[in-house]
């Protein structure tokens, strides 16, 4: 007898969360045929283990142990391909999500909703169990982002507590990113068509045991999956205008700066001088080229200068930041460089593409 649901729980280092989890969903889901899947890769804690002793003890749960990898997304993704239950959901292996809400998403989708979000951002439901204010404000600025920058109407789409029907999952999963964090997200652009969406509220509870994983690396993934989904049939032409611009820019950049120590300005006021000049010039120029039929005019010019700066200089961090991380790793220093300055500009051209130009 094949199961209703599988429960797919992502887990790395989560040892002392597998036991609670299991007898959790045991209670929560009275009356359903389920079973449970971890995903765990290879976590150095004996998570794995943990899984394993339990299951060869309950035929409902079942452990796959990826080694030679790391990714939430990528561990949820095989995860769900393992089942073959009508349903498939997804719920972190802390304890953070409130696995109580599993029969009502369950109804939802047996009542015709093809997607069920646990959301902490509809009536009922709370964020409170975030570890602190900076996360709190980062999960906000994630959840604002992706909502602008992809139209997906969801209130909740970074929510990692989600359910929906195994062969709608089957149908998307070759369209999935699969990189870093946010699989809901990417689920949701995946879909040609707009799903039918229900939200269930729910109330986000404090990690009880373990550590969090989200780190830099995680956020530069976001910012990939958003990046990867808006550059999907964009007008390549506008990109080359726009590097080319970028690349001019370079040239006022260095020219000022040298202009500037001709006439005794120490290099770092004449630097700050000449990135800015450069950026100046690169906005004017993106918006008599690269964006002439959407041209800004009036008082929107100054808006549009104002947040191309921060979307630039955002995209500088990113640049520096590849770049040392992979000098560090023995790459060359023009290759580091060189794809430090890449993932700029396709930073910078991606964003201001729909924040700073935005097409009507
Ligand atoms: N298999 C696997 N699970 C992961 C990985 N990173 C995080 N997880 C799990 O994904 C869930 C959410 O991660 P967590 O660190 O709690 O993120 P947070 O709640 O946003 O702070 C937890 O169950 C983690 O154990 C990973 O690289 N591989
Ligand atoms: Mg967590």
Known sequence: MSSTLTVVVPCYNERANIAPMVAALQAALVGVAWEVVFVDDNSPDGTADAARAIARQDTR??????????????????????????????????????????????????????????????????????????RARLSDVGIGLAKKLTGAEVNDPMSGFFMLRRDLFEALAARLNGQGFKIL???????????????????????????SKLDALVMLQFAGLLIDKILRGAVPLRFISFALVGAFGVVINIAVLEAARSVGVSFGVAQTIGTFVAMIANFELNNQLTYRTQRLKGKKIWRGLLLFMLVCSLGAVANIGIANALYAQNASSVLAGAAGAAVGVVWNYAVSATLVWRAR
């Open 61 to 134: 749960v079942r452990c796959i142990r990826r080694v030679g990898r790391r990714g939430l997304s990528s561990a949820v993704i095989e995860g769900a391909l393992s089942s073959s239950a009508d349903y498939v959901a997804v719920i972190d292996g802390d304890m953070q999500h409130d696995e109580t809400r599993l029969p009502l998403m369950l109804n939802a989708l047996q009542g015709g909703a093809q997607l069920a979000i646990g959301s902490r951002h509809v009536a009922g439901g709370d964020n409170a169990g975030l570890a602190s204010p900076f």
């Open 185 to 211: 997200l990417d689920l949701v652009l995946a879909s040609p068509a707009p799903l039918r969406i229900v939200e269930i509220p729910y109330k986000f509870r404090p990690r009880a045991a373990g550590e």
